[in-house]
C-alpha cells in the first residue's frame, strides 16, 4: 500500500473518478503490504500520468530507475505499444522477484526487463539500449543527481524525464534537514534540472513533487 493512500476529500473525488486502481494494481499494493515492502510507491494520480505520458509521447523504450514492488512499472508497461519494453533497475532482489511475479500475473512480463543491483552499477551497461523515450526516477535521493546524468545522457530530443519526492514530505526547504544527504541530492537535481540549458523542466505538484523535463 502506497503511504500515499490517505487523501482529502477533494483528493479522493478525483481518484474515484480518474485514477482509481483497478482489481490488479490494488491486489498488487495489498500483497506489498504483507509481503512488508516499504510504503513508499506512488499513487494513482502519478501512475495515471506515467500512463498518459508514454501514450502521449508514443514511448517504445523506457527506463524505471528503482522498481520498488512494480507498481509504477505497471503502469507504464501498461502503455506501451506492441514491442515496448521497460528496462527497469532495482536494488533488492526480494523486491525484483515479487515486482516480477506480479507482471507476469497481469500479463506484462514480456514487455520488462529488471537488471538487480546498484543501479550506478548497472546504469554503464545500458548504453546500447538508449536512446530512451521516458526515464523515471524513483530510487535513493542522494544519488538523483548521478541519475539525472545518466538520463540525460540516454535521451534523445523529446524524451521526457521524470523524478519522483522532490518536496521529501517538506524536508527540502526545510532548516534543520540540511544536513541530510539525501535532502542536498534532492536540491541539486533539482537545481541541475531548472539550469541545465538541454532541459525544459517544471515540478508537478502531485503529492510529494514529481519534477518533469523534455530534452530539448
Not at 473518478?17 to 510507491?41: N, T, V
Not at 532495482?90 to 523486491?95: D, F, N
Not at 524525464?161 to 517538506?170: R, Y
Not at 510529494?208 to 530539448?216: E, P, R, S, Y
Request: charged share 25%; aromatic share 8%; hydrophobic share 40%.
Amino acid at each position: 500500500m502506497s503511504r500515499l493512500a490517505e487523501v482529502n476529500p477533494y483528493q479522493a473525488y478525483l481518484r474515484d473518478l480518474f485514477h482509481s486502481d483497478d482489481a490488479d494494481l490494488s491486489r498488487l499494493q495489498a500483497e506489498a503490504e504483507a509481503e512488508g515492502l516499504p510504503k513508499i510507491s506512488i499513487g494513482p494520480e502519478q501512475g495515471k500520468f506515467l500512463q498518459l505520458l508514454v501514450q502521449l509521447t508514443g514511448t517504445r523504450k523506457a527506463l524505471e530507475i528503482g522498481v520498488l514492488g512494480g507498481y509504477s512499472g505497471a503502469w507504464i508497461a501498461r502503455a506501451l505499444p506492441e514491442g515496448g519494453k521497460l528496462i527497469g533497475l532495482e536494488l533488492e532482489q526480494k523486491h525484483s522477484d515479487f515486482a516480477c511475479m506480479q507482471w507476469k500475473r497481469m500479463g506484462l512480463a514480456d514487455r520488462i526487463e529488471v537488471r538487480v543491483g546498484p543501479a550506478l552499477d548497472s546504469l554503464p551497461g545500458l548504453a546500447g539500449e538508449a536512446p530512451f523515450d521516458l526515464i523515471f526516477i524513483d530510487a535513493d535521493k542522494g544519488n538523483y543527481p548521478a541519475y539525472l546524468d545518466y538520463a540525460v545522457r540516454y535521451s534523445r530530443p523529446g524524451t521526457v524525464i521524470l523524478g519522483d519526492n522532490v518536496h521529501m514530505g517538506g524536508s527540502v526547504v526545510d532548516p534543520e534537514r540540511q544536513d541530510s544527504e539525501w535532502v542536498q541530492g534532492m536540491r541539486s537535481f533539482a537545481r541541475m534540472l531548472s539550469k541545465d540549458e538541454r532541459l525544459m523542466s517544471t515540478v508537478v505538484p502531485y503529492s510529494d513533487g514529481l519534477a518533469m523535463a523534455v530534452v530539448k
